[in-house]
T-cell receptor
Framework: EAGVAQSPRYKIIEKRQSVAFWCNPISGHATLYWYQQILGQGPKLLIQFQNNGVVDDSQLPKDRFSAERLKGVDSTLKIQPAKLEDSAVYLC??????????????FGPGTRLTVL | AQSVTQLGSHVSVSEGALVLLRCNYSSSVPPYLFWYVQYPNQGLQLLLKYTSAATLVKGINGFEAEFKKSETSFHLTKPSAHMSDAAEYFCAVGSGSSNTGKLIFGQGTTLQVKP
């Protein structure tokens, strides 16, 4: 079974530029998550999708960050314009999330963003 | 609100020694608790999870954790450290209803294993 795919793996941009990250979850996983992991910290949830609907985007800086999950499969996270403090690893995860108990979240390798 | 505190950002042990990584949680409802491991330049991998069944949870690679409600703790242990255990470890608590799956992570603990 293929895991969660993310691209690109690394990205370096200047501040005020735009950048987009792509995620392909595990086939059949209804729930998709984007996390931001700043160096030395744990991952922080940015946005959660259930199929193609947003479940939680309370910690997404909506003035510069946007995300979509068209057709309930792939997802794109965009930053426009980027700031220095956006330098982090952006992790995508997916899970089945069916039934009464927590389902395991499967993580992709992440995209390391450096903003200069 | 739920939260997780990992005590000690860096733990160093000798190969073959006991590994103990500490995690305390705060939750107003019975929690779901998890330990994840992250190797350099990789995503997170689930080690084990507590979902209100047995309080002693066994995971992969010889790790286990014990849920102690009275101490609000979920410490991760391994009897004998191996060089390959060197990585970043994250404790997480499930937030919200079980079906949302949202996780809140601790700050992480870097485990160093010395030969």
């Amino acid at each position: 079974e293929a895991g969660v795919a993310q691209s690109p793996r690394y990205k370096i941009i200047e501040k005020r530029q735009s950048v987009a990250f792509w995620c392909n979850p595990i086939s059949g996983h209804a729930t998709l998550y984007w996390y931001q992991q700043i160096l030395g910290q744990g991952p922080k949830l940015l946005i959660q999708f259930q199929n193609n609907g947003v479940v939680d985007d309370s910690q997404l800086p909506k003035d510069r960050f946007s995300a979509e999950r068209l057709k309930g499969v792939d997802s794109t996270l965009k930053i426009q314009p980027a700031k220095l403090e956006d330098s982090a690893v952006y992790l995508c995860a997916s899970s089945l999330n069916r039934g009464p108990t927590y389902n395991e979240q499967f993580f992709g390798p992440g995209t390391r963003l450096t903003v200069l | 609100a739920q939260s997780v505190t990992q005590l000690g950002s860096h733990v160093s042990v000798s190969e073959g020694a006991l590994v103990l990584l500490r995690c305390n949680y705060s939750s107003s409802v019975p929690p779901y608790l998890f330990w994840y491991v992250q190797y350099p330049n990789q995503g997170l991998q689930l080690l084990l999870k507590y979902t209100s069944a047995a309080t002693l949870v066994k995971g992969i690679n010889g790790f286990e954790a014990e849920f102690k409600k009275s101490e609000t703790s979920f410490h991760l242990t391994k009897p004998s450290a191996h060089m390959s255990d060197a990585a970043e470890y994250f404790c997480a608590v499930g937030s919200g209803s079980s079906n949302t799956g949202k996780l809140i992570f601790g700050q992480g603990t870097t485990l160093q294993v010395k030969p």
